[in-house]
């Protein structure tokens, strides 16, 4: 046999408990075929000298926003201004595309004051300024005055009653309708953009969560944009819940909704797939909408349910009747608790075995919450990076009592629950490694100790990124280790994350990213070797 690719004077480190470690990674048609004495002594058409480095199977992220974040880095930018008066000087010369001055990297904590509609006006009409959480926005006047009264209804209003102009959740969603669909063209440039950000930082797969409609949808025909892509990474889609239509199938088959042809997780192939149905309970803690038990630290809110609980009630059951992986969006622990109760309920009228549903997010979990997600066999899709980059922030508004129940981590892993890591990006830090090093330290960026008790071990911490998330992703089969008959895909970093300084994890410099046995990401220019 000739391999088409040998690694060889490589720290290989598999996460196979089976073979732990190896130097040698025999590659065929995109296949790993072997390690070590299995392949040292194969012929190869290319043999690639690692010199050392150390080899991890490729990091998949199991929540990640590729069109957002690529729409992201081609938009004008803010998250950079201290004052109002900053921002507006930024927006003077802003271009204009459809109509529309769209502002990304809106952070009202890092300002001397909210901005308001007021401010925008003086700049001229049909101005979005995007929230950094996702999860709300600041439009200028024009934009509000023909919004519907129900978008409206729990609008933000100042003291004299009158509109601020920051709209959250639903207000949003009514918002971005105005200014879509972008086009397949532009939504295929923006994912190839994000996925190349990912390959940087040594992600393989990437789950796109929420594609078609929903908080951050592009396009009703959104599937199509990333068709059109030209994808340097593997690629999973999280269809949103709102594309379920009633169906009008046997009565045997107990659906009562679908997405059209009776599409669901599963379809597509190692490239690019259909994974879970993805559905929205509540908001965020940045924008202060993340439906909690009582209310936010010093404030009267206690966040919100994103939608008519029935209405997300009957999404959930019959996106589960109908073979739908789900993935609930649920930070808050009210949130916890109504996908729980959803989920437990959907099992019951259907069961079915290995659902595995997800919560992602599940960013605050109280103690007693913790044995049902083990007890539904649920699978929490963590974003540890929030709390290195927000940890200041999310721990006053939750106070001491409720700080350390965010993004857990340990106490996850002690009652059996596989954990899966993910970014979110562009909301935070979309790098495994910063990830990785935030669940071992439990420290924000300011040095700030973030729940301590749910500190992990750095190995546990890689497995988050690598067989949890796989797992998460129904990709366990082919991804997550480095073992022969999975896929090649590798991240080949310059020191050992397992050795080196912890406070140093997230620094470690991504050496290479291989893809399907393909150096997809070379800066060190390993091949040319």
Same mark, same amino acid.
């Given at each position: 046999?000739?391999?088409?690719?040998?690694?060889?004077?490589?720290?290989?480190?598999?996460?196979?408990?089976?073979?732990?470690?190896?130097?040698?990674?025999?590659?065929?048609?995109?296949?790993?075929?072997?390690?070590?004495?299995?392949?040292?002594?194969?012929?190869?058409?290319?043999?690639?000298?690692?010199?050392?480095?150390?080899?991890?199977?490729?990091?998949?992220?199991?929540?990640?926003?590729?069109?957002?974040?690529?729409?992201?880095?081609?938009?004008?930018?803010?998250?950079?201004?201290?004052?109002?008066?900053?921002?507006?000087?930024?927006?003077?010369?802003?271009?204009?595309?459809?109509?529309?001055?769209?502002?990304?990297?809106?952070?009202?904590?890092?300002?001397?004051?909210?901005?308001?509609?007021?401010?925008?006006?003086?700049?001229?009409?049909?101005?979005?300024?995007?929230?950094?959480?996702?999860?709300?926005?600041?439009?200028?006047?024009?934009?509000?005055?023909?919004?519907?009264?129900?978008?409206?209804? $729990?609008?933000?209003?100042?003291?004299?009653?009158?509109?601020?102009?920051?709209?959250?959740?639903?207000?949003?969603?009514?918002?971005?309708?105005?200014?879509?669909?972008?086009?397949?063209?532009?939504?295929?440039?923006?994912?190839?953009?994000?996925?190349?950000?990912?390959?940087?930082?040594?992600?393989?797969?990437?789950?796109?969560?929420?594609?078609?409609? #929903?908080?951050?949808?592009?396009?009703?025909?959104?599937?199509?944009?990333?068709?059109?892509?030209?994808?340097?990474?593997?690629?999973?889609?999280?269809?949103?819940?709102?594309?379920?239509?009633?169906?009008?199938?046997?009565?045997?088959?107990?659906?009562?909704?679908?997405?059209?042809?009776?599409?669901?997780?599963?379809?597509?192939?190692?490239?690019?797939?259909?994974?879970?149905?993805?559905?929205?309970?509540?908001?965020?803690?940045?924008?202060?909408?993340?439906?909690?038990?009582?209310?936010?630290?010093?404030?009267?809110?206690?966040?919100?349910?994103?939608?008519?609980?029935?209405?997300?009630?009957?999404?959930?059951?019959?996106?589960?009747?109908?073979?739908?992986?789900?993935?609930?969006?649920?930070?808050?622990?009210?949130?916890?608790?109504?996908?729980?109760?959803?989920?437990?309920?959907?099992?019951?009228?259907?069961?079915?075995?290995?659902?595995?549903?997800?919560?992602?997010?599940?960013?605050?979990?109280?103690?007693?919450?913790?044995?049902?997600?083990?007890?539904?066999?649920?699978?929490?899709?963590?974003?540890?990076?929030?709390?290195?980059?927000?940890?200041?922030?999310?721990?006053?508004?939750?106070?001491?009592?409720?700080?350390?129940?965010?993004?857990?981590?340990?106490?996850?892993?002690?009652?059996?629950?596989?954990?899966? #890591?993910?970014?979110?990006?562009?909301?935070?830090?979309?790098?495994?490694?910063?990830?990785?090093?935030?669940?071992?330290?439990?420290?924000?960026?300011?040095?700030?100790?973030?729940?301590?008790?749910?500190?992990?071990?750095?190995?546990?911490?890689?497995?988050?990124?690598?067989?949890?998330?796989?797992?998460?992703?129904?990709?366990?089969?082919?991804?997550?280790?480095?073992?022969?008959?999975?896929?090649?895909?590798?991240?080949?970093?310059?020191?050992?994350?397992?050795?080196?300084?912890?406070?140093?994890?997230?620094?470690?410099?991504?050496?290479?990213?291989?893809?399907? #046995? $393909?150096?997809?990401?070379?800066?060190?220019?390993?091949?040319?070797?």
């Amino acid at each position: 046999m000739i391999l088409d690719l040998k690694l060889v004077g490589g720290q290989v480190v598999t996460m196979d408990p089976a073979r732990p470690v190896a130097s040698v990674i025999g590659v065929w048609a995109g296949r790993i075929v072997g390690l070590d004495d299995d392949v040292a002594h194969l012929p190869a058409r290319r043999v690639v000298d690692l010199d050392g480095a150390v080899v991890l199977p490729g990091f998949v992220d199991a929540h990640n926003h590729l069109a957002w974040a690529g729409r992201a880095a081609r938009t004008l930018d803010i998250s950079s201004c201290a004052t109002v008066a900053q921002v507006l000087d930024v927006l003077r010369d802003a271009p204009r595309s459809s109509g529309w001055i769209e502002v990304a990297g809106y952070d009202h904590r890092a300002l001397d004051r909210p901005l308001t509609s007021r401010d925008l006006d003086l700049i001229g009409p049909r101005i979005y300024v995007q929230d950094l959480s996702g999860h709300a926005c600041v439009v200028s006047g024009d934009v509000l005055a023909v919004l519907p009264a129900s978008a409206l209804r $729990e609008a933000q209003r100042d003291a004299t009653g009158a509109l601020t102009g920051f709209l959250a959740e639903g207000a949003q969603t009514a918002v971005r309708a105005l200014r879509l669909p972008y086009s397949l063209d532009d939504i295929a440039a923006d994912v190839e953009s994000g996925a190349r950000q990912c390959l940087r930082e040594g992600v393989v797969l990437a789950a796109e969560a929420g594609v078609g409609g #929903g908080l951050l949808g592009s396009s009703p025909l959104e599937i199509e944009a990333y068709l059109r892509a030209s994808l340097p990474i593997r690629v999973q889609l999280m269809v949103s819940a709102d594309r379920l239509e009633p169906v009008a199938g046997h009565a045997a088959d107990r659906i009562r909704r679908a997405v059209p042809l009776g599409l669901r997780t599963g379809l597509g192939d190692d490239r690019l797939s259909i994974g879970p149905l993805k559905l929205w309970t509540d908001g965020g803690m940045m924008a202060r909408t993340a439906a909690l038990t009582w209310p936010y630290e010093g404030m009267e809110t206690a966040g919100q349910l994103q939608d008519d609980p029935e209405l997300m009630h009957a999404a959930i059951v019959d996106g589960h009747a109908a073979g739908w992986q789900l993935a609930v969006h649920a930070i808050g622990d009210r949130a916890v608790d109504f996908a729980l109760d959803a989920l437990s309920e959907a099992q019951h009228a259907v069961p079915r075995a290995d659902a595995r549903h997800r919560i992602e997010h599940c960013g605050l979990v109280r103690p007693e919450q913790l044995d049902r997600i083990a007890e539904l066999n649920v699978i929490p899709v963590i974003q540890p990076t929030f709390l290195w980059a927000y940890g200041n922030d999310y721990a006053e508004i939750m106070g001491p009592e409720r700080a350390p129940w965010m993004y857990r981590g340990k106490a996850f892993l002690d009652r059996g629950i596989v954990l899966a #890591g993910s970014s979110d990006r562009p909301v935070a830090d979309g790098k495994p490694l910063r990830a990785i090093q935030f669940m071992v330290e439990r420290l924000s960026k300011e040095g700030r100790p973030i729940g301590p008790d749910e500190a992990v071990t750095v190995e546990q911490a890689i497995a988050a990124y690598t067989v949890g998330a796989a797992y998460a992703c129904r990709r366990e089969h082919v991804l997550g280790t480095i073992t022969p008959g999975k896929l090649a895909d590798f991240a080949i970093l310059d020191s050992d994350p397992r050795t080196c300084d912890i406070s140093k994890i997230g620094d470690i410099e991504v050496r290479a990213t291989v893809v399907n #046995g $393909e150096f997809a990401h070379d800066p060190t220019n390993f091949t040319t070797n």
